[in-house]
Nanobody
Framework: QVQLVESGGGLVQAGGSLRLSCAAS????????LGWFRQTPGKEREFVAR????????FYADSVKGRFTISRDNAKNTMYLQMNSLKPEDTAVYYC?????????????????WGQGTQVTVSS
């Protein structure tokens, strides 16, 4: 079992920055693909970014490309999402996820582990 806990959310003005963290416990997640997703009330959860188990390959949603950076530190069992130039439309609950399958992370299907989410609110 892997337990994921997000932190770092909060309230920020448009144009500001936040850094989210996702800490894993229970077992090492060095072999897992990891991803960030977000959800607003009344909408489906959507993909934000993902990273390979080694950290060498990343992929972003078009809406955050160039503004967000995903990274991981396997020695610390922690993943990060650096969010810059935030916009009001980035307001959402952000979730981290871990899965041994890239396909599951890519399609957001049958993901093995989810965190509980952290709220990010961007004011205009």
């Amino acid at each position: 079992q892997v337990q994921l806990v997000e932190s770092g959310g909060g309230l920020v003005q448009a144009g500001g920055s936040l850094r989210l963290s996702c800490a894993a416990s229970g077992r090492t997640f060095s072999g897992y693909f990891l991803g960030w997703f977000r959800q607003t009330p009344g909408k489906e959860r959507e993909f934000v970014a993902r990273i390979s188990w080694s950290g060498g390959t990343t992929f972003y949603a078009d809406s955050v490309k160039g503004r967000f950076t995903i990274s991981r530190d396997n020695a610390k069992n922690t993943m990060y999402l650096q969010m810059n130039s935030l916009k009001p439309e980035d307001t959402a609950v952000y979730y981290c996820a871990a899965d041994l399958s890239l396909s599951d992370i890519a399609t957001m299907r049958a993901i093995d582990y989810w965190g509980q989410g952290t709220q990010v609110t961007v004011s205009s």
